[in-house]
């Protein structure tokens, strides 16, 4: 009896938190194996911050990614302040916090406008999307810079920021310095409003997924810059408990370690986020999320688009209240003094709950680094939901199949170089 075998091979995905291609092959009509391979080079971080002294890891670890940089910083401060001992006050928190609005906005907009969109609208990219729908991508820039501009007001610039230092920043701005800023942060609320609502009539695929969510909760609001971990099926648990609960382990098809959750898979990043916190939201994108469809939790990869844009509003929403708020801190920055420990520092990068863990010795040099992302955390989740998606669909053919999978990918991980680099589709037939 002959095997028929079909293998969809989607090239090399460049300039991502590694590298990466897909393979998926299926035998006599039946799924055989899903493999999202990241090949990614050694990129050491956490070697050649040893040796270093602990003020210096939220500078270099912001390299990690340019597009989150400030999520790297937010975390590494967060782990070492905790090491040394350290809390920073109301006032500096609530402009680390403002800081890291601003990557939400950038970030969230940024996926949900120039690499997801397209894929809905049926578009190969946001170019060929803009001659038709030229208001919608300006929209989209327009907010995208609401964010850039806050970014670079709070942290001197948007890429790898400058103002941000362990126990706060170098300088702060004067409450009469917002003004401009708060002005354009209220007409991006209306764009993002308006984007929430677009993208909710999107047609989803249906897809619902099984895995155990984990993400940041804080008490009294939703969860950004800090806060203990939460899951949906188990009790919540100290950011020191980390790695008590969550292991890394080689996979023969990848070079990225896959993450566990007590020895089972399990996601983080937007709708973990929503699910475990929705009724912290803002006042407006609560109400936005509601119009939009959303219930308490949403378990369709797919729909991530509406949650990442009700999160936009959310971020706006509490940038603007921190603003009306602010109280300029009697000094920018707490003295943070090195000494022997362990710390370990958490945050919710907008596409998922980000650690860092740093041992500084009695030198007060970093002796041991631990940097786990989410990108990483989240792998065996996307293999499963693409095994999931490809036995439901094996009628498509072979291109309407590995399109659908890229645009389940997209749906998880907003890095614009993972998701606009995917390049010419293989197909092996034996």
């Known amino acids: 009896m002959s095997s028929e075998r079909r293998t969809l091979s989607v090239g090399t995905l460049t300039r991502v938190e590694g590298e990466g291609a897909l393979h998926v092959t299926l035998r006599n009509g ?16 956490e070697a050649f911050l040893r040796g270093r002294a602990h003020t210096e890891p939220p500078d270099l ?32 928190a609530a402009l680390r916090r403002l800081l890291y609005c601003g990557e939400w ?21 946001i170019i060929t999307m803009a001659r038709d729908h030229p208001q919608v991508v300006e929209r989209g820039l327009s907010l995208k810079k609401a964010g850039n501009r806050l970014m670079e007001f709070v942290g001197g610039r948007a890429i790898h920021p400058i103002n941000v230092r362990l126990g706060g920043f170098y300088s702060t701005p004067t409450r009469s310095d917002f003004t401009p800023i708060a002005e354009q942060l209220r007409r991006a609320l209306d764009d993002a409003l308006v984007t929430v609502e677009w993208v909710s009539g999107f047609e989803f695929p249906d897809l619902e997924f099984d895995h155990e969510l984990l993400a940041l909760t804080a008490s009294g609001r939703y969860p950004i810059e800090n806060g203990s971990i939460a899951r949906s099926a188990g009790p919540s648990f100290p950011v020191a408990e980390f790695s008590a609960h969550i292991a890394e382990s080689q ?21 973990a986020r929503f699910a475990l916190n929705s009724s912290a939201l803002s006042p407006i994108a609560a109400q936005a999320a509601a119009r939009a469809g959303l219930s308490a939790e949403c378990r369709n990869p797919f729909r991530s688009i509406v949650v990442r844009a009700v999160e936009v509003v959310c971020a706006i929403e509490e940038a603007l209240r921190i603003i009306d708020e602010y109280e300029r801190p009697s000094r920018p920055f707490v003295e943070v003094a090195a000494r022997a420990g362990v710390g370990h520092g958490v945050s919710e990068a907008p596409r998922g709950l980000l650690y860092h863990r740093y ?17 990483a955390q989240n792998q065996a989740a996307i293999e499963a939901d693409l095994a999931r998606l490809v036995s439901g669909n094996l009628s498509l053919d072979d291109a309407a199949l590995t399109a659908l999978c890229e645009r389940l990918i997209r749906s998880y991980d907003p890095c614009i170089s993972c998701s606009a680099h995917f390049l010419t589709v293989t197909l092996q037939r034996e």
């Open 30 to 45: 039946a799924l055989e194996s899903v493999q999202l391979n990241i090949y990614e080079p050694p990129r050491f971080f």
């Open 61 to 92: 670890t912001a390299r990690v990614c340019g597009i989150c940089p400030v999520a790297y910083q937010v975390s590494a401060c967060n782990a070492i302040e905790d090491a040394c001992g350290v809390r920073v006050g109301d006032e500096l």
């Open 105 to 125: 906005i950038n970030s969230h907009v940024l996926h949900i406008y120039l690499l997801h969109a397209p894929d809905f609208l049926g578009y190969p990219d």
């Open 251 to 271: 996979v023969p098809h990848s070079t990225a370690l896959h993450a566990t959750l007590d020895g089972g898979r399990y996601l983080t990043g937007p709708l």
């Open 359 to 375: 041992r500084i010795g009695e030198d007060g040099l970093v002796s041991a680094a631990t940097i786990i992302p989410p990108t």
